[in-house]
């Protein structure tokens, strides 16, 4: 009587190929397990809806003064400035509310750092480009009112506010993925 | 008893699911990148002009706020670009891990419970 051992009775050559290529697959299941990453914030319908409302506001405002106005006719547009800016401040505070995704504090971007402090760049760049709409319809709205806007300045704020309204309206949307 | 998959068509596969992302997303961002560079030369030429047209003469220094916002769009335009390609990756490895559990039900012949 031969001793043969119990495991070839059992396994055949491809049961053993089986089970060897099985073992891998685990193993790399388990090194998969909660690898799925997050980068960048969620989307929200309603920041989109929030940036679509304040480019609407300002464009009518836009569309007011594109041919240049005189001082003393502020009156009749300033609801439509603070439209724009109460509608865009409140998104921009929509959007600095919304919270990071765990691995964004993996990525930080050190900009050159003299004082030794460090700088972090904010994951999402929202609620900054935001501030500079606002910063540009408010600053906008402080000239109009000191003494009109000719139509070359009305179109340099155009200018300015559009590159910033793509900016930010390019990067939300990219966010519902 | 399941298939055991070969691994050039597991490769096949992924490289598919990839570029079907990469092609999407970059074409987007280039879009996005010739739109700002384009945007904001035409907004330093204005600067240019108005400066030379003695818009900014009754106030300087709403000149010396437009160039300075022109420097901070060219900074935001860059963090923007960052942000669009982070999503990018994002996208990218998590289809490259759903792609790869895939591979792993077809080979074990039934739906194993992804991880919470």
């Known amino acids: 009587m031969v001793a043969v051992p119990l495991s070839s009775m059992i396994f055949t050559p491809k049961d053993r190929q089986r089970t060897a290529f099985f073992g891998r697959i685990i193993v790399l299941a388990a090194l998969l397990a909660g690898c799925a990453i997050r980068l960048a914030p969620s989307y ?3 920041i989109v809806a929030g940036l679509t409302k304040a480019n609407e506001q300002a464009m009518t405002v ?8 005189a001082a003393g006719t502020f009156a009749e547009r300033e609801p439509l400035y603070n439209e724009a800016i109460g509608t865009a401040d409140a998104t921009r505070l929509l959007a600095d509310a919304r919270p990071n995704p765990p691995t964004a504090n993996l990525i930080k971007v050190k900009a050159s750092d003299p004082q030794g402090e460090g700088v972090k760049e904010p994951m999402a760049p929202s609620p900054l480009i935001l501030g500079n709409v606002v910063q540009t319809l408010t600053r906008m709205r402080e000239v109009d009112r000191a003494g009109g806007l000719s139509a070359s300045l009305a179109k340099g704020f155009k200018q300015r506010f559009e590159i910033l309204m793509d900016q930010v309206l390019t990067y939300e949307k990219a966010l519902q993925r | 008893m399941p298939q055991l998959p070969e691994v050039d068509s597991i490769l096949d596969s992924l490289k598919s699911t990839a570029s079907k992302i990469v092609k999407t997303d ?10 700002q560079v384009r945007m904001l030369a035409q907004h330093a030429r204005w600067i240019a002009e108005a400066e030379a047209k003695g818009e900014f003469a009754k106030d300087p220094k709403l000149r010396d706020w437009f ?10 335009f860059v ?11 994002e996208k990218l490895w998590n289809a490259l891990v759903d792609a790869l559990w895939k591979v792993i039900d077809t080979a074990a012949g039934f739906k194993l419970p992804r991880p919470v």
């Open chain 1, 44 to 46: 929200d319908a309603v």
């Open chain 2, 67 to 76: 160039l300075t916002g022109l420097e901070d769009m060219t900074k935001s």
């Open chain 2, 26 to 35: 970059i074409t987007n961002i280039r879009g996005f990148s010739e739109r």
């Open chain 2, 79 to 89: 963090m923007t670009l960052r942000g669009l390609l982070r999503v990018t990756i």
């Open chain 1, 62 to 69: 836009f569309a007011a003064v594109s041919e240049g106005v």
